[in-house]
């Protein structure tokens, strides 16, 4: 469902991405890797449409993200690092808008937001203004955002990050469960995660694929726990 | 379509979530009666609104810039604007839902100034068409100020520096328009650009509209002061993705 060419981009005399290409099927869970500064967001914000590569292409769902960037935003569901939002906004509001924006209309909206808001937990704060929530609502309430018009493809920016533990885990059971029906790219540097919810791992270094495998793969090849693989993998590599 | 009236929505109603619209309206209420009474209004011993409109170029050159500077500046550093951009709307969507936004804001605050009609009609006799044209010219010129401003909003992530800049740009189209700055013109330029620079000032546009004739050279000059500002604010959010 996701096809990436070639992808190229560079920030002034930095390359943050360089030549990047792969696959993702449906019913896969793409576990995206690398060390800060790799150009894991930078890859992530191209297939959202919100960064135009340098060269190379990529398609989503069969649509091209430079010739059809309107249908490509309209199937993914996008999870940014940063959770960008408008903070004067109450969830609930925010939550509305992205419906407004996404033509949902009444009848679905509400069945959409019946769905949603229990299943990413945010009712205690529906109301409530975005600025007074803490890292972990708002992430949440982001993940709403992402999820409310059931998209085929999500791409999710570190979507456990500020999470407690009980969270994260919730998070992950809501990715595994609905690994079955969407095509799901997440970043991290948790790699328990990984091993918890991914069946496919992607490792990039400055801008390169370095590793494209799976958990299970790596472990065999290694013979150590994940976490060595990555500190093996990246530390030689990169130096 | 869907992304224009998303985007309108949520703009027009984040002026009066915030605290924007009610510090705007007071001062912008304030300044636009005392300017009026100011100006001799009793003193003319007229029942019209020349000493209300007369002051609007000055005033919105300071106003509507305010109103315009976090439109994208604001966005760009709380980084929103990655989760607009990333929803189904094109830029040219966004950017017209801000500025529709901003201009129906603007055009209640002017109507807010109803008292004013009022307090005329209370007085006097006055001629309707010419409070109405003067509304209309009014609304053209802010029309106008917001789209210039609603571009250098989004050329700097920086508030303070948008609004600077807006100003100036205002400030521009409207003094390079009035006689002090025509006669100094005169004195070294050739009498056709004193012209051409007098047309391109907003001045003589904004009050022939005032004077009741309704031009069409006058009305297109606020319309493709507004198309042109907002299709380079559309072209520098573009590029902004490449570059």
């Known amino acids: ?239 | 379509m869907g992304g224009f009236k998303a985007v309108f929505k949520r703009e027009l109603r984040s002026y009066f979530t915030t605290p924007i619209a009610y510090v705007f309206l007071v001062v912008f209420l304030f300044f636009s009666g005392y300017l009026t009474f100011k100006n001799g209004f009793f003193e003319i011993r007229q029942a019209d609104m020349t000493a209300f409109f007369i002051n609007m170029p000055l005033l919105f050159a300071f106003m509507v810039p305010a109103t315009t500077m976090r439109l994208w500046a604001e966005e760009r550093k709380t980084g929103s604007i990655e989760l607009l951009l990333t929803l189904p709307i094109t830029v040219t969507q966004a950017v017209l839902g801000k500025f529709f936004a901003a201009w129906v804001f603007l055009i209640i605050a002017l109507a807010l100034t109803f008292p004013m009609v009022i307090t005329v009609f209370f007085l006097g006799n006055p001629d309707a068409g010419l409070i109405i044209t003067g509304y209309l010219g009014t609304i053209l010129m802010a029309g106008g100020f917001l789209a210039l401003g609603c571009f250098f909003s989004a050329l700097s992530k920086n508030q303070v520096i948008s609004f600077v800049l807006s100003v100036v740009a205002c400030a521009v189209l409207v003094f390079a328009g009035v006689p002090t700055t025509m006669n100094y013109l005169s004195t070294f330029l050739p009498a056709g650009l004193v012209s051409a620079v007098e047309t391109m000032s907003l001045e003589s546009h904004f009050e022939s509209i005032q004077k009741g004739v309704l031009e069409f050279k006058d009305v297109s000059y606020f319309i493709i002061l507004i198309i042109g500002w907002v299709a380079a604010c559309t072209v520098v959010l573009e590029e902004r993705k490449a570059g």
């Not at chain 1, 500190?231 to 590599?237: E, L, M, Q």
């Open chain 1, 1 to 239: 469902m996701i096809s990436i060419k070639e992808l190229r981009r560079s920030f002034g005399p930095i390359v943050a991405v360089d030549g990047v290409s792969f696959d993702v099927r449906k019913g896969e869970v793409l576990g995206f890797l690398g060390p800060n500064g790799a150009g894991k967001s930078t890859v992530m914000r191209m297939l959202a449409c919100y960064l135009r590569p340098d060269s190379g292409t990529a398609t989503v769902c069969g649509y091209d993200i430079l010739k059809n960037p309107l249908e490509v935003r309209k199937s993914i569901g996008y999870l940014a690092e940063n959770v960008p939002a408008y903070n004067e906004m109450t969830v609930g509001g925010l939550l509305n808008f992205v419906c407004d924006a996404r033509q949902i209309p009444g009848n679905e909206r509400k069945k959409a937001l019946d769905r949603i808001v229990p299943m990413c937990a945010i009712e205690s704060v529906y109301h409530q203004a975005i600025d007074t929530l803490s890292k972990g609502y708002r992430r949440r309430v982001g993940l709403a955002q992402a999820l409310i018009h059931d998209p085929q493809v999500l791409i999710l920016d570190e979507p456990t990050d500020g999470l407690d533990p009980n969270q994260k885990h919730e998070v992950r059971q809501l990715i595994s469960k609905m690994a079955k029906e969407k095509c799901i790219i997440v970043s991290t540097h948790i790699l328990e995660e990984v091993e918890a919810v991914c069946s496919r791992t992607i490792i990039i270094a400055k801008g390169k694929i370095i590793v494209d495998s799976t958990p299970e793969q790596l472990r065999q090849k290694y013979g150590c726990s994940l976490e060595e693989v990555f500190r093996k993998i990246t530390r030689s590599k990169v130096a």
